[in-house]
């Protein structure tokens, strides 16, 4: 393909040679006919020089946190004969709702068979999905006449996902939450059978052990272990008319990320689910999540009710939502069984109960869970790359 500057060359030899038939003009004849000449030279080196190269796209990690910087590298070997001429390659970078960019990487000359590669850093500053490509190598002549272009890779997505802080789970008798879960565990009664201890003033007589006893000196009583925290549900409503704006919106993200990820980590069966029918468990729901969160989009599919967990123990059933004006939060709330405790998460207004937690920034969600925990731990998770890959 001809470039503006072949196609003047290519207009100018035409009228040149035009313009020396009509008026005879000899010189005019040897300028047209240069032009012509160089414009067809040009073709023909771009045409026979093309590179046959062979690309392979990596990117690193394959799942990023907003914030983060990732690393697209391009592997290349020439499959030629001969030695290639120099070659540029060019990529799109698109990400909805922002202008496209061009990743553009001159290459310099290979010989035959030889390998190389390139690449370019990949910011994102905010989740969602960026798409690269398609990758193709561009090939001009010296005097910039003529190029080809040639696709060599095709299209792939990246999936940003959001900003995470990997937070203490509750335990039993620390802080607001840990005292109330120790309460709703003696309401609930005893664990599985500990040991044996002597008796002491106060001990119920039922929970004497008679036969341990009467081969004892002292009565022995039995000593039960209390259920601990088992299992954490974590459900986002993505109603838009849940939420003042965009920006409540995305700190429900950033929440409800950082609690799967920090309750997956605690060892506790999690659960999460949102519009559209997306319930995630099991092995890999973190993970699964973020790859979910980084493309979610306020979406008009309500919760619809919530079924029964069939886990075992204690549990938490944290609601991630604007406020009191969630119609998804009011659903939840019918569902709630003895086990589980309910948390409020409100990224719009301050909590309102003993066990919410308020969201109106990053800063004070992160506070309102640890004064609700009555833990310290609050780092930005800096393994997700790790994990999701």
């Not at 390659?89 to 290459?107: I, K």
């Not at 490509?133 to 910039?144: A, Q, S, W």
């Not at 974590?234 to 965009?246: E, G, K, N, R, T």
Request: hydrophobic fraction near 45%.
């Amino acid at each position: 393909m001809l470039t503006r500057q072949g196609v003047g060359a290519l207009v100018a030899g035409t009228a040149s040679l035009i313009i020396g038939r009509v008026f005879a003009v000899l010189e005019l004849f040897v300028i047209g006919t240069a032009f012509l000449v160089a414009a067809i030279a040009a073709l023909s080196f771009v045409l026979l020089r093309r590179p046959q190269v062979e690309a392979v796209r990596w990117i690193h990690p394959s799942v990023l946190v907003a914030g983060d910087t990732g690393r697209v590298d391009l592997h290349l070997q020439h499959l030629g004969r001969i030695r290639s001429t120099a070659f540029e390659l060019s990529e799109t970078v698109h990400r909805s709702g922002a202008p496209e960019h061009e990743a553009r990487l001159p290459v310099g000359s290979l010989a035959a068979g030889a390998r190389s590669s390139t690449g370019y850093q990949l910011p994102t500053a905010v989740r969602g999905v960026i798409e690269l490509g398609p990758l193709t190598v561009e090939t001009r002549d010296p005097l910039g006449m003529a190029r080809t272009s040639t696709v060599v890779v095709g299209v792939n997505e990246v999936a940003v996902a959001p900003r995470a802080f990997l937070l203490d789970m509750p335990h039993l008798g620390q802080g607001v939450l840990g005292n109330h879960l120790l309460n709703k565990a003696r309401r609930l009664g005893p664990g599985e059978f500990h040991a044996l201890r002597k008796y002491a003033e106060g001990d119920e007589p039922r929970s004497i052990h008679w036969k341990a006893s009467a081969r004892s000196e002292d009565l022995l009583v039995k000593q039960h272990t209390l259920e601990g925290l088992k299992r954490c549900t974590v459900v986002f409503d993505a109603l838009p008319a849940s939420y003042l704006d965009d920006a409540g919106f995305e700190r429900g993200v950033t929440a409800a990320a950082s609690l799967v990820h920090s309750a997956e980590r605690s060892g506790l069966t999690t659960r999460f689910l949102t519009g559209g029918g997306i319930d995630l468990r099991g092995p890999d729901v973190a993970v699964n999540t973020l790859r979910i969160l980084a493309r979610i989009r306020p979406m008009s599919d309500p919760l619809g009710l919530l079924d029964r967990d069939p886990g075992e123990g204690l549990g938490l059933l944290i609601v991630i939502s604007g406020g009191r004006r969630s119609a998804g939060r009011r659903s939840i709330r019918a569902t709630v069984d003895p086990t589980l405790t309910l948390i409020d998460v409100s990224t719009d207004e301050s909590a309102s109960s003993g066990v919410g937690v308020s969201a109106r920034t990053e800063e004070e969600f992160l506070s309102s869970w640890q004064l609700l925990t009555g833990l310290g731990r609050l780092d930005l998770v800096s393994d997700l790359v790790g994990a999701a890959s």
